[in-house]
């Protein structure tokens, strides 16, 4: 018998596969890494700190906080005088606008000539102290400023901002005095305002200049943290300084993440980083799991986790939407394991766990978390036949996560008061989404094409609507069916092979007789149907259950595992009664032993292979004129060593030990079976 671990030839179309998923799963898992220099932590004053020990990476100023900022810029800015520009001439020519007005319309309007000396004089008095604009001057008021500086060609000296006035204040002295008990109505006719506009201009350059040298003295820095210093430990309570030493290294980290230079270097990094892990993972499965690659809906599986759960983290750190332990890590390796194997869940989850390190500042505690609830998912839940068992897992994930939380923060704290509670509460959420894991294995199952043990065991209830009418319609066969399933998980069992799914496979896999039931032996009531065929046309019906049973599935969505079963079960072998007793009638001609063979294929899995030994074994078990131990250990032997021998589990990853374990399995089976019963005496009267 050949191994069936045989050479693969290299294929380009496989390896542009290969290529096309690496690139793919590198480009998605980088593009959603947070960029290098982000704060990705969350803290508050008085609150403590729920990581692990921080220290700082680089020297970096101690920068003060905003309140002793500007109490700082106040006091230096008490003695800033911002600059104003006077302009002579504007006074001048308002002046002379209201004298060349009066001389033609005012006089008109005023009665007497004294309106004309105290209004000029007013005028005159105005452009003295100086008037500006209304915003300028609430700008001053705003600042605080109570003095500004008046430049006057070459010369500049202090003045007062309350003896400054705007055009409104200027309008309204003028108009309201009472010194010679005016009339304000003939001074209001006169429109006076006219001859008011400012005459002191804001010199922003020079004031600014001033401005910025007087802000320059300031330092913002109060202190210095050197590379290698420890900032805060877990637990601590963050105080005051703590808090702007932290606000200190998040604005350094920002400041650093600002130059192109150092944004392409952090790309580079990320990208070698992802790189090298998918490199692995892609190794791991070419040395020790290479079958996957004849499967690509496997590759789509494990690369969907990886990139779902590596773009969720992603999210989630670089939003600060919540916990990055509330993201149920151990759903990954769970479902891995229960379609694909445990090594390959474990290898992925590493894998997973490793790539969502980087986007954390900390994460030695992440990775000795995630790998452990990993591990803890996959020995828990290796196979997953009721709702019962996962709620079981979820809880032993939780209590992993909170008893190896619990032991680093023992190992950290100095005080019992410094232990973290909220982050037990992260691992009850985590927990609780980890059940659904249940739902999920159905969208996965129809996206990808995988068969779950909740499904096997779902399909092999002898309720559902198949299994009623088959025994119904056949009872001989699902009597058949029965034994064969008991028969073959028996076996499974012994040999490390997917009980459940040989059991299932077993229930299904003569379900095309329906069709045609009394054509079968064990349906038939003592009227035989092949008496009135010939002997091709009885092997063609017989062979034809094998296509009317995957029509069957078809019908009823049955999945290809269990589709695999039926049309492997009988392999490339031949209706050995109807072609030895064609032979017989025949025996100078030639046969064609394509009307006897069946359609194929040969078993290509262990659970296929018990399958194909088990049914006929059981079915040739029927026709033994007694059951002894002798009997039975022989019909076994001779029954399997021929098909060994007729080459049908070539392409099966079946050993001869595995045969060999088959054997003693259905001898026991069958006696068990087919033992006798002690005859009751009769009562004697």
């Not at 006897?596 to 296929?608: D, H, L, S, V």
């Amino acid at each position: 018998m050949k191994s069936f671990q045989t050479e693969r030839k290299f294929s380009y179309r496989d390896l542009f596969y290969k290529l096309i998923l690496f690139v793919a799963t590198v480009t998605i898992i980088v593009y959603f890494l947070p960029k290098e220099g982000q704060f990705n932590y969350q803290f508050e004053i008085n609150k403590p700190w729920k990581y692990g020990l921080l220290q700082a990476s680089f020297d970096f100023p101690i920068y003060k906080d905003e309140s002793q900022i500007k109490k700082e810029q106040d006091s230096i800015l008490a003695s800033y005088r911002p600059y104003y520009i006077r302009n002579k001439d504007i006074g001048e020519q308002m002046i002379h606008k209201f004298q060349n007005d009066y001389n033609v319309s005012l006089r008109k309007i005023l009665p007497s000539v004294s309106y004309y000396y105290y209004i000029e004089k007013q005028l005159k008095d105005f452009y003295k102290k100086g008037i500006i604009s209304s915003s300028d001057l609430s700008q001053l008021h705003k600042d605080s400023l109570a003095y500004i500086q008046e430049i006057d060609q070459n010369t500049s000296h202090e003045l007062a901002v309350q003896s400054i006035y705007t055009t409104k204040q200027a309008y309204e002295s003028l108009i309201c005095s009472d010194t010679l008990h005016f009339q304000k109505n003939l001074l209001q006719q006169c429109n006076l305002n006219n001859y008011l506009t400012p005459n002191l201009t804001y010199d922003a350059k020079r004031s600014e200049a001033l401005r910025n040298d007087l802000l320059e003295d300031i330092s913002w820095a109060n202190g210095f943290v050197m590379n290698g210093q420890k900032i805060v430990d877990r637990g601590e309570i963050i105080d005051k300084r703590t808090f702007i030493i932290l606000n200190s290294l998040q604005q350094e980290w920002d400041k650093r993440s600002e130059t192109t230079t150092e944004k392409r270097l952090a790309l580079v990094g990320q990208v070698l980083f992802v790189s090298l892990l998918i490199a692995t993972f892609f190794i791991y499965l070419e040395l020790f799991r290479s079958d996957y690659y004849k499967n690509r809906r496997s590759w789509y599986l494990l690369f969907s986790l990886i990139i779902f759960f590596s773009v969720i983290s992603s999210i989630t750190v670089e939003h600060l939407l919540t916990s990055v332990y509330v993201i149920p890590f151990a759903m990954g390796p769970i479902i891995i394991r229960i379609f694909l194997d445990s090594r390959t869940a474990f290898m992925a989850h590493i894998i997973l766990v490793l790539l969502c390190s980087i986007s954390l500042r900390t994460p030695h505690e992440f990775i000795l978390l995630q790998s452990m609830a990993g591990m803890v998912g996959i020995y828990s839940l290796r196979e997953l036949s009721q709702r019962s068992q996962l709620l079981r897992s979820a809880l032993l994930v939780t209590c992993t996560y909170a008893i190896l939380y619990l032991s680093l923060d023992l190992m950290h704290a100095n005080d019992v008061s410094q232990l973290s509670t909220h982050i037990y509460i992260n691992f009850i959420i985590n927990g609780i989404l980890l059940l659904f894991t249940y739902p999920l294995l159905f969208i996965l199952e129809k996206t990808f094409g995988f068969t779950s043990n909740v499904t096997l065991v779902e399909l092999s209830n002898i309720n559902t609507k198949l299994m009623r009418e088959m025994s119904e319609i056949a009872p001989g066969t699902f009597q058949h069916s029965l034994q064969l399933a008991n028969l073959t998980a028996a076996a499974a069992n012994r040999i490390g092979a997917n009980s459940q799914l040989v059991r299932t496979g077993a229930m299904y896999h003569d379900i095309g007789k329906m069709l045609n039931p009394a054509f079968f032996t064990e349906n038939q009531t003592g009227v035989n149907p092949h008496d009135q065929l010939s002997y091709k046309q009885s092997a063609q019906v017989v062979i034809n259950h094998i296509t009317d049973g995957l029509r069957l599935a078809d019908k009823y969505d049955l999945p290809q595992v269990i589709k695999d079963f039926i049309r492997t079960h009988h392999g490339a072998g031949v209706t050995k009664y109807f072609y030895i007793s064609y032979q017989n009638e025949h025996p100078d001609e030639e046969v064609d032993k394509s009307f006897f063979q069946y359609p194929g294929p040969n078993p290509f899995t262990k659970e296929q292979a018990i399958l194909m030994m088990a049914d006929a074994v059981e079915a040739a078990s029927r026709s033994l004129p007694e059951y002894t131990e002798e009997s039975i250990s022989n019909l076994v032997d001779r029954i399997i060593d021929s098909q060994v021998q007729d080459g049908c589990f070539k392409e099966c990853p079946i050993t001869f030990k595995d045969i060999a374990t088959v054997k003693s399995v259905f001898k026991e089976k069958l006696k068990t079976m087919y033992h006798t019963r002690i005859s009751y005496p009769e009562l004697k009267k």
